[in-house]
């Protein structure tokens, strides 16, 4: 768009195709007053995508199919990703949290993953900002919303909602959360180094002084 307008563009080198127009699907709100539910609007947004881009069009399409069950955005997903790659053959840059949309890229021409990359530290996560080649194996939304300042004791207790849904043992007709959380082992007491670590503020420590703690701990585990 700042290419096409004019504008001075901040990068080394881009190569820049004519482009007829750019269609965004980010965000959306429901609309009462006209009886359109957010999925409503949602899908509207999407139809008038698929119905007027052209190969030479830009898409930015974010979270296609997050209104509805799980199941259904999924398949709507999976449906609206093929359609662009087998039909319109635009450019599109399409984000979703359904990490089983990755596996699109070994079956259908032109779609490649690149995930936001991600570092775990202590249990927390660290967004690095970063963006790679390849697709994420797991989303990170209670870590985000735990972020974001939820309470600890609803994102715990979401995780050990989320390890029984992994397991499916919430289906009819399986066992209850209840009893998966009965059959959950204890969880084993942390070691000394363990404890040191988790009490240390690694950001305090200078260069010198992280080699020094490093070398002790290392020393403690030998």
Known sequence: LMAHIGS?????????????????????????????????????????ILLRATKDSLLVLDEV???TSTYDGLSIAWSVIEFLAKNIRAKTLFSTHYHELTELEENLEGVKNYKVTVRELNGAIVFLRKIARGGANRSFGIEVASLAG?????????????KALEKNDLVVGKKKLTEFEEEETPKRPLCEVEEILLDTDINT????????????LQKRLK
Do not use: C, W
């Open 205 to 216: 420590l200078s260069p010198y002084e992280a080699m020094s703690f490093l070398f002790n």
């Open 8 to 48: 001075f563009v901040p990068a080394k080198d881009a190569q820049i195709p004519l482009t007829d127009r750019i269609f965004t699907r980010v965000g959306a709100s429901d609309n009462l007053i006209f009886d359109q539910s957010t999925f409503m609007v949602e899908m509207t947004e999407v139809a008038s």
């Open 150 to 162: 939820v309470p600890k004791e609803v994102t715990d207790r979401a995780k050990k909602i989320l």
């Open 65 to 67: 199919g997050r209104g």
